[in-house]
Structure formats: C-alpha cells, structure tokens
C-alpha cells in the first residue's frame, strides 16, 4: 500500500478485507469493529488506538505493527505474526492467540484475561529470567516450563 494513504479515524466495521494490503496504512482510531481482515497484510501498520475487537485476524501479517492501546478484546489472532509488534496497554481480553507469533511483541501492561495463548504461555506469578527476552510480557504473564 502507498504509504501516503491514511485512512485515519476511518469506519470500517465489518468490512471485508481480507487479504488487503495495509502495509504501513496509518489506522489510528480506526473503528475496525468486526472487520474481516484474515491474511491481510498490516506489516509497519500504525493502529494506535484503533477499536478491532472481534476483528478476523487470523494467518494476517502484523509483524512491527504499532496497536499500542488498541481494542483487540475478542479478536481471532490464531497464527497471526505479531512480531515486533508494539501492543503495550492493548486489550486482547477473550482474544485467540494460539498460534500466534509474538516474539520480540511489547505486551507491557496489556489485558490478557480470558485471551487464549500459544501453547506454553500463561498467567503464571514468576518465570526465569533470559526466557524470550525479546518479548516484554504484562505482569504476571510469560513462558511456562
């Protein structure tokens, strides 16, 4: 996508976009609310503040996206890569993250209640240090052994 496009504030609930391309699209605020974005491309997107709760994302591409604060509460984010990705104070609350890739995710004060992680993560009181060092987990959350 032609990084000048800015579809900022936009309404786009429900939309199907599946398999877009939303490369580095600026979607802050966007009100994504139910869109059908499965196999998109939202690599280096900017979604700060953007409402995709219940949105499709599974198998999309969100590699260094930034959803820091975004509503992705009921989100489907099963094999989703969300490397790098920036989610710090996002809400994935009932979220599906199984399959998920979310090394080296800033994951930093975000809500993960009721979300449903990748094999092996969890809501745990303490993990060892050095585990996925890349991947800044909320309080509480991080790699099982």
């Known amino acids: 996508m032609d990084a000048s496009i800015d579809l900022n504030g936009g309404q786009l ?3 199907n976009l599946r398999g877009a391309n939303l490369s580095r699209a600026d979607l802050s605020g966007a009100n994504l609310f139910d869109a059908k974005l499965a196999g998109a491309d939202l690599s280096g997107a900017i979604l700060i503040r953007a409402n995709l709760s219940r949105a499709e994302l599974e198998d999309a ?4 996206a930034n959803l820091n604060g975004a509503d992705l509460s009921g989100a489907g984010l099963a094999v989703a890569d969300l490397s790098g990705a920036g989610l710090a104070v996002a809400n994935l609350s009932g ?20 979300a449903t992680l990748p094999e092996g993560i969890g809501k745990i ?5 050095g585990v996925w060092p890349e991947t800044l987990w909320p309080e509480g959350y991080g790699p099982i052994r």
């Open 125 to 129: 009181d303490a993990w060892p240090a």
């Open 95 to 114: 979220a599906n993250l199984s399959g998920a890739n979310l090394w080296g995710t800033n994951l930093l004060g975000a809500n993960l209640e009721g």
């Open 61 to 64: 591409n969100l590699s260094g």
């Open 13 to 15: 609930a429900g939309r």
